[in-house]
């Protein structure tokens, strides 16, 4: 089965980032959550500096209707530079406006709201920026309403 996924990296936070979503949505790491000293020595691979050793390498968590997170830690031994944007936002369609309400409120705490949630023509949508950088939509459709 076809299936979605968003994959972001992290300078070093990943796995507060990832227990942080999973208290969010109530779910648990998809597998293990592996480590960058996890990883297999690879013919002329230089070796892990000690600090990022313990970084992620890899961790998932399925969020809301079948869609997974998934995450990395940056490497700055390898030339990895982490630039926080707009490039990436998250996409929620809940299935109810009090959902909708609990997430909005939960993932903008400790960060800030780009729109804060309202009733538009097609729905009820915010915007917020979590306290990781992560931008994070919010889609509830008038016809799920009841």
Not at 11 to 27: P, Q, V
Not at 63 to 76: P, S, Y
Request: negative net charge; glycine residues 8%.
């Amino acid at each position: 089965m076809a299936a979605v996924s968003i994959y972001l990296n992290f300078a070093g936070n990943a796995e507060e980032a990832f227990n942080y979503y999973k208290s969010i949505f109530h779910t648990e790491f998809q597998g293990p959550l592996m480590r960058m000293s996890d990883i297999p020595a690879q013919p002329g691979m230089p070796p892990l500096p000690e600090a990022e050793k313990n970084r992620v390498m890899h961790v998932a968590l399925p969020i809301l209707g079948g869609t997974k997170l998934m995450a990395t830690d940056t490497l700055e031994s390898m030339g990895h530079k982490l630039i926080e944007g707009n490039n990436v936002t998250i996409n929620l369609e809940p299935d109810s406006r009090e959902e909708t309400d609990r997430l909005f409120s939960a993932l903008s705490d400790g960060g800030s709201e780009i729109a804060p949630m309202r009733d538009e023509f097609w729905g009820y949508w915010g915007c917020c920026k979590d306290k990781f950088g992560v931008r994070w939509m919010f889609n509830f459709e008038k016809s799920k309403e009841s």
